[in-house]
């Protein structure tokens, strides 16, 4: 089998291209500013999601197109620079692979489409979708789009990852070091939901949607446990031997501080430590229901966040990153 990937050098693409090329699949990468060497001999193959023109030859030959690449929340991008990049590139990346004849698609949206859980233990494929922010925004545009790919015969498959952690990860691994070096105080009490999945089960459930994923299929692809915030920021701190202090931080003045931070680091054109995106996490409940992704494509993920968050530290240590 032949894969395109794009988005390859992120945390999720870089496990992915490393499992696919245990399997022996046959692998091109799109590369757009970063380079990626690791595992050696990948095809790598110059392009840009946002220009189409870019991406004509790069899919002759391909079985499956895995699409990554996007703009993340914490890009220094304006409502414009977002839409070009998660709606407009997803769509001139799903053009491309139709005029090529490309057999399944496989497309990574966001459990941040879905805005704020409420009412319910865990969210399934089929509640409404209230996108918070830009970025949520642009990938609720770019799945819609995915969707009327495969209402017109396109097999596109979509994967709404929980939230995602494991070696490597430095999104994670900020939280982890403020928590280790005992630099981190929760915001509000952490009731907030989420179902973090470990990247080793993230990818199995990637493959098997690729393999068994119905034509404009959404899956949720979660870890085994429903956790708050709480439980996970205690378990991070107990792999680390370490605490988190019982007291918390009130809502109101650290939003207006992250405002604050935006404004003034987005003049420096630099990314703020702290913004109202990284906040959600903390505030907004993303919990993902995976029923349906176990009876359609048999996903059962395996690592729970004790073994998880032990793994990744202990990883993260090795490579003295703490």
């Known amino acids: 089998m032949k894969a395109l990937i794009t988005g390859a050098t992120g945390f999720i693409g870089r496990h992915l291209v490393r499992e696919l090329d245990r399997r022996g699949w046959d692998l091109r990468i799109l590369i757009h500013n970063q380079s990626l060497d690791d595992p050696p001999g990948l095809e790598l193959v110059q ?12 899919m002759s030959g391909v079985d499956v197109v895995f699409h990554l690449a996007a703009a993340l929340g914490a890009s220094l991008l304006g409502p414009g620079g977002f839409a070009r990049v998660n709606a407009q590139g997803t769509g001139n990346m799903l053009d491309a692979a139709h005029k090529a004849g490309v057999g ?14 409420e009412k319910q233990a865990a969210a399934t494929e089929d509640l409404p979708c209230r996108p918070l922010d830009h970025y949520d925004r642009t990938k609720l545009e770019g799945e819609r789009l995915a969707l009327g790919k495969a209402d017109s015969g396109q097999r596109v498959v979509i994967v709404r990852p929980g939230w995602v952690y494991g070696p490597g990860d430095r999104r994670t691994f900020k939280l982890i070091r403020a928590i280790a070096k005992k630099k981190f105080v929760l915001v509000t009490r952490g009731k907030a939901l989420q179902t973090p999945v470990y990247i080793d089960d993230l990818i199995r459930g990637v493959l098997q949607a690729a393999d068994q994923g119905a034509p404009g299929g959404v899956y949720h692809l979660a870890g085994p446990e429903l956790l708050t915030v709480r439980e996970i920021v205690d378990t991070i701190a107990d792999a680390a031997g370490t605490r988190v202090p019982c007291w918390t ?37 993303k919990p993902l229901s995976s029923d349906k992704a176990r009876k359609e494509l048999g996903y059962s993920p395996l690592v729970d966040f004790q073994t998880g968050a032990t793994r990744s530290i202990a990883w993260y240590g090795s490579q003295g990153w703490l």
Do not use: Q
């Open 47 to 58: 392009g840009d999601i946002t220009d189409p023109a870019s991406l004509e030859d790069t």
């Open 104 to 117: 399944t698609f496989v497309h990574f949206s966001s459990a941040g489409v879905l805005g704020h859980v």
């Open 249 to 285: 931080l009130p809502l109101f003045p650290v939003k207006v501080a992250a405002w604050k931070l935006e404004v003034l680091y987005r003049l420096l054109g630099r990314e703020a430590p702290l913004t109202r995106g990284k906040l959600a996490f903390f505030i907004h409940p």
